[in-house]
């Protein structure tokens, strides 16, 4: 009796196989903020494609590299239990472990179902790299999102980002991904191959000098944001005895003098929730924060509460200390920010998981463009919310620049702050839009519309940053069109390489048992 192959129980390759596997998950890893090491990545995403493709089951292959990938790029994760380790640090080595075994999953789908549209080696390897661009596509929407680490954004260091600005992050991974699949689509490597890539490579190359070097627009009235670290440790930031020390030292960074010649600010930015109190209950601090400004408005973040809901927002404070715009963060973190249908849950008597009931944050009604006078359009982005380019595509209309103020104290000092500030460069790109960051702890910085790092003050410091607002580029391509083309482009291809397996098919696709 014939079955056909995908109702037989996949065989498990050895364990040495996995474990290669395993590293070079995190030798692909090693392509990400800090270490930039694309390099590195893109052979060892090619060993993997070739690996995959001639395992007797390249999901499993999928499932260690993709758990390898995630341990050495994502083990920053960690970090948040450590704040109270002694309350929360033996969660730790689980959490990391099931975010592991998650991005595993994803890699077993993209690798294995990717490997199954080809029939040959060659189909199978694009087939592969295909699954892997729509496993990062997946990743990107599914459960609100999650597009971290994705394969392109082994580039955001390098004049490939620029292409970002026509076919956004998930064009950036499948440039990698077929980049990294030529070299083996064969029966074996060969010095053809590797050559096409790497004139591919090349290209792309020359294409982002030429698009760095050409020239940039100048704002018809320079503006001056000066940007505000206080350096407040999270086990720190909210002990009673500590809150109104880190206040007074955002108000102490906010009156600091320009330097000589330096023109004074025209905005003021305090990172995220860096105040001690409640927007609808200040007491004294916003005249404070006024006082300090002397004159300059001041955007903060900060919590506020409407009845029994807790919103993480940013106000922005004009020098008579009156509020005159407030945005309320609408993309929150899962499990962070809040629970899952923890309102639902509330129904049925369940309170302890709902925001409503002060046990977590609500989300604000959807993106938001700020008018700020002369300072133009402004649309802010909470933390989190600069992972999403989807979100910044969802404003009522075009910003001219973006404002970013977030809080990456919580995962440490290795990757995850750098990761962050890593895909604030990346929207910039994508959207032609300066982008202005004000973090808790660092980094904070300010990028032009290409991505570049004007100015930036790095982890653990305190101080300012007194720097010009760049102008911003036209709308670009992917400003325009978003995603869809790309996973359009996917889809095709996938068809594309299934319908030749289906036409040159040499292997029936069944066994006798």
């Known amino acids: 009796m014939r079955l056909p192959r995908f109702l037989l129980p996949p065989k498990r390759p050895g364990w040495r196989q996995l474990g290669i596997a395993v590293l070079l998950g995190a030798g692909v890893a090693a392509g990400q903020a800090p270490l930039y090491w694309w390099f590195a990545a893109l052979p060892a995403l090619s060993a993997l494609i070739y690996l995959a493709v001639r395992s007797v089951s390249p999901g499993w292959i999928g499932f260690a590299a993709g758990f390898g990938y995630a341990l050495a790029a994502m083990f920053w994760i960690v970090e948040p239990f450590f704040v109270e380790a002694e309350r929360y640090g033996w969660m730790a080595p689980f959490a990391l472990v099931l975010m592991a075994a998650g991005m595993g999953v994803f890699w077993a789908l993209s690798v294995g179902l990717g490997a199954r549209l080809g029939a ?113 440790p999270q086990h720190l930031k909210w002990l009673p005895e500590y809150r109104m020390e880190f206040f007074l030292r955002h108000l102490a960074l906010t009156a600091t003098p320009s330097e000589q010649g330096q023109p004074r600010p025209d905005l003021i930015i305090w990172p995220e929730t860096a105040v001690p109190f409640l927007l609808e209950r200040p007491g004294d601090g916003l005249e404070m924060i006024a006082e300090a400004a002397s004159g300059v408005p001041v955007a903060i973040g900060v919590q506020r509460a409407e009845g029994r809901r807790y919103f993480n927002s940013l106000a922005v404070i004009a020098p008579d200390a009156q509020v005159t715009q407030v945005y309320d963060k609408a993309h929150l973190v899962p499990f962070g920010e809040y629970i899952p249908f923890g309102d639902i849950f509330a129904r049925f008597g369940i309170a302890a998981f709902a925001a409503q009931e002060g ?67 990346l929207r910039a790109i994508e959207f032609g839009l300066p982008l202005a960051r004000a973090a808790n702890t660092g980094v904070s910085g300010m990028i032009d519309a290409k991505g570049r790092v004007l100015a930036e003050l790095g982890l653990g410091r305190e101080g300012v940053l007194d720097v010009p607002l760049p102008a911003a580029l036209a709308p670009t391509p992917y400003a325009r069109f978003g995603d869809v083309p790309v996973i359009v482009l996917i889809l095709t291809l996938s068809i594309i390489i299934y319908r030749l397996r289906q036409r040159y098919r040499v292997d029936p696709g069944a066994q006798r048992v």
């Open 359 to 425: 046990n977590g944050y609500s989300a604000g009604p959807s993106a938001q463009v700020l008018d700020l006078g002369g300072l133009g359009l402004a649309q802010p982005l909470i933390c989190y919310e600069a992972v999403f380019p989807q979100d910044i595509r969802r404003a009522p209309t075009r910003p001219d620049w973006l404002l970013q103020v977030t809080n990456d104290a919580w995962f440490g000092e290795l990757s995850g702050p750098w990761q962050h500030f890593a895909q604030a460069r």
């Open 120 to 232: 040959g080696p060659a189909t199978r390897a694009l087939g592969v790299a295909l699954g892997l661009v729509a496993g990062d596509a997946l990743r990107s929407y599914v459960f609100t999102g999650f597009p971290w680490v994705l394969l392109g954004h082994i580039w955001i260091d390098t004049p490939v980002a620029q292409a970002a600005a026509y076919i956004g992050p998930l064009g950036l991974s499948l440039i990698t991904a077929v980049l990294a699949a030529l070299p083996v689509a064969g029966q074996r490597p060969q010095v053809a191959r590797i050559g096409i890539a790497a004139a591919l490579l090349g290209a792309l190359w020359w294409g982002g000098v030429q698009r760095l070097a050409a020239p940039d627009p100048v704002r018809a009235e320079p503006l001056t944001l000066r940007l505000v670290q206080p350096n407040a």
